[in-house]
């Protein structure tokens, strides 16, 4: 077990602070600080939590910052444990959020929605988001989160965050959200992250909060890790666990993982046509299909859809004509 960790300075103008998660096992969210010359940049903000709301302000101020200082608020997607607390940073000290424009959507289309009057699906769907972890996800249903502040800008792959005297650098990686982004420090030889690459986890891809026909977030996903793992960059900070070295050699044992993924579905439908909730049931996760809470079946669920997405597009897996619930088979 490593030791929880603590603010720190990690040299050249980047700080980190871990920002709890109440109540998640997932336990805190990796916020960093950049200096630059009009005041520091956060990359990510944390969960909206009174709590998770201290400790940014506390671990900030132990660093010699102070959240009113801050200048702007650079979101690497939508997720309630990244955006969360960007609303109130922005209040606090006047800083702008940015994000990428695909994610911005999503924040949009969730206020539009509390306005229509179904903000309580919208903040459960929000809520649930939280999770990275493969059948493990964190879920913090009971808390139903309002949605993310919108932001003040929007970011496309390849822009320069606003950060004077620094290059930071935009790299668009869909496939945990649609808009997710890394951020790719090149006076820096650093690269952030979010939930795209984690140590020792992977992210939870579903058919996002919408599920389109012509979306394919596995495919995105994994087209996302081959783009990550062509950047030259010494260290990787990422929003959860801890900081690590070898990015190409992570983003591919992740893109590993989902390719064997792909083969244990298409055995599953080998065996007989399946709808996609039997195809959940069978397929093998952390803890038993048995033993799962509705909502991370539900999770689940979404993850054994993305696979299916990901292989009709292959050409692998087809519907079956006609089948009311859909039921699924090999090519
Ligand atoms: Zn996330
Ligand atoms: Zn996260």
Request: net charge negative; charged share 25%; hydrophobic share 40%.
């Amino acid at each position: 077990m490593r030791p929880s960790p603590i603010p720190e300075n990690l040299g050249d103008g980047v700080w980190s602070v871990p920002v709890p998660i109440p109540g998640s096992p997932l336990g805190y969210t990796l916020v960093y600080a950049l200096e630059s010359a009009k005041g520091p940049v956060l990359v990510d903000a944390g969960w909206e939590h009174p709590d998770a709301w201290a400790a940014l302000r506390g671990g900030l101020s132990t660093l010699g910052l102070d959240v009113t200082e801050v200048s702007g608020v650079v979101v690497t997607h939508y997720h309630p444990d990244h955006a969360g607390l960007a609303g109130r940073v922005r209040e606090a000290s006047g800083a702008w959020i940015a994000m990428h424009h695909a994610d911005a959507d999503i924040i949009r289309l969730f206020h539009d929605m509390v306005r229509d009057g179904t903000g309580h699906a919208v903040r459960l769907a929000s809520a649930r988001r939280a999770g990275a972890g493969d059948g493990d996800q964190v879920t913090h249903a009971g808390e139903q989160p309002d949605p993310p502040a919108v932001p003040d800008r929007e970011l496309a792959d390849g822009d320069l965050v606003d950060l004077p005297g620094r290059k930071l650098r935009v790299v668009w990686t869909p496939g945990h959200s649609p808009g997710h982004i890394c951020l790719h420090l090149e006076d820096g030889d650093r690269i952030f992250t979010g939930d795209h690459v984690l140590p020792r986890i992977t992210p939870h891809i579903g058919l996002y909060p919408y599920d389109l026909p012509d979306v394919d977030p596995l495919g995105d996903f994994l087209d996302s890790l081959e783009r990550i793992e062509d950047i030259e960059a010494g260290e990787v900070l990422p929003a959860h666990q801890y900081r690590f070295n070898d990015l190409s050699g992570r983003a591919r044992e992740i893109g590993a993982h989902h390719e064997e993924r792909l083969v244990e579905v298409t055995g599953l439908l080998g065996d007989r046509p399946s709808t996609l909730w039997e195809l959940a049931a069978a397929m093998k996760w952390r803890s038993p299909w048995e033993a799962m809470s509705s909502i991370s079946r539900q999770m689940a669920a979404g993850e054994a859809a993305a696979h299916l997405r990901t292989l009709e597009r292959r050409g692998v897996a087809r519907r079956y004509d006609g089948d009311d619930p859909i039921r699924f088979v090999l090519r």
